[in-house]
C-alpha cells in the first residue's frame, strides 16, 4: 500500500531527467544516475517540446463507466483522443488516485484508459481466486470490451506487475511497456527491509480486524513513501492529521479483506526464489520498455530492482529522478507525463 497521496507538492523540481537514452548493451556498470556504460543520453528541456502536450482535461471530472469483464464488471474512465495507454494503479488506490495534471498531460496525444482494479473502488471483486494473472486476465478483458486491439501500458508499483504479467500473457495486446517503482521479481528481487514489511503486515492485520493504526505508524509508510530527500526539500509532508487511525480512513474505496489480498500477490511476485522472474521473458518479447525509478525508493520498493530491469530488457530507457521515492508520480507528475510524451513518440513499436 501506498500513502502518496499524502505528498505536499510545493516547488517541484525535476533534476536529471532525460530526453533520449540509448543502451547498446544489456550490461550496466555502475549506478550512478547516468553513469553506466554504453549509453548515450541527453538532458531534456523540459520547457520545450510539444506546445499541446497539456489538456484541461481533469479526470476526476470525467464520469466513470462500467463494463461487464468475466465475473466483474469493471468500472473505467477513458478520454482525450490518439493512441491508446492503458493505466494500472498502485496497490490500494482506485483510478482517480493519479494526480490530476498526470493523464491531463498524456491526453493531447492519447487516449487514456483508467479504471478500478478488482474488488477496488467501483468495480466488484468477483468470485475468482485474487492472483496477479487474474488481474492481468481482467485488463486484457477491459480492452476487449472496449474493442482496444493494442495499447500502451503503463503500472505503478503493484500495479507495474500487473503490466508485466499482462504483456506476457497477452503480448499481442501490448506495443509500450512503461514500469515505475517496480521489479522483476522472482529470485533476482532486492527485497524490502525486514523491518518495512512487518509494518505493512501488521497495518494490514489491524485493519482487518478494526485495530487502530497509530500516528507514528502513519508517519512511518508517508515517509517511507516520499523518501528522504523529499522530506528534506519538504519537511511538511510527514505531518499527518491527528484524527487519521484507520486505513479505511486513508483508502474509503479499499476493502480490508482487498488490501490483504493485494499484500499477498505482491509477496508471491517478490518471494518467490524458485522463480526467475518477469523479465528474462519480457526481453524475448523485445517491446519497447521505459523504465522510472526514485533514486530515495528503499523501503517499498528498493530502486535497484528498477536498474535489475534496464539490465535484462535490451533497449530499456531508465530515468532516476533524484530527491523522489517511492511515490514519485505524486512527487512529480506533470514532469512524468512529459517523459511519456518523450518516450511514446519516440521509441518505435517492435512488430
Sequence with gaps: MSFSRLVRK???????????????SSSIGNYGYFGFTNVAYGQADLGQGNSNSTSSTN???????????????????MFGKGEPILLFNGASDGMDAWDPSFPASLTSNHTVIAFDQRGIGNSTIGSEPYTYQQLANDSA??????????????????????AQQL???????????????????????TPKPPEFIKLQ??????????????QEEIKSLVSASVGSGWIKLHPESVDVPANITSLQQLKPGLPPEVA???NIVGKHWEDNPNWSGACDELAKLNKPTLVITGTDDDKYQPHV??????????????????????AVMDQYPEEIGKILNTFLATANVNN
Design 10 to 24: 510545493n516547488h517541484f523540481f525535476l533534476i536529471a531527467v532525460i530526453s533520449t537514452l540509448i543502451i547498446s
Design 59 to 77: 479526470i476526476l471530472d470525467i464520469p466513470l463507466e462500467k463494463v461487464r469483464v468475466g465475473d466483474i464488471d469493471i468500472a473505467y474512465k
Design 141 to 162: 478483458g477491459l480492452l476487449d470490451a472496449l474493442k482496444i486491439p493494442k495499447a500502451d501500458v503503463l503500472g505503478y508499483s503493484l500495479g507495474s506487475y500487473l
Design 167 to 189: 504483456t506476457l500473457m497477452h503480448p499481442d495486446k501490448v506495443d509500450r511497456l512503461i514500469l515505475v517503482g517496480s521489479s522483476c521479481g522472482g529470485k533476482d528481487h
Design 201 to 214: 503486515s501488521d497495518i494490514v492485520n489491524k485493519s482487518l480486524n478494526n485495530v487502530p493504526i497509530t
Design 260 to 262: 490483504n489480498s493485494q
Design 305 to 326: 530492482n528498477s536498474l535489475k530491469i534496464v539490465e535484462k530488457i535490451p533497449g530499456a530507457w531508465l530515468v532516476q529522478i533524484k530527491d523522489a521515492g517511492h
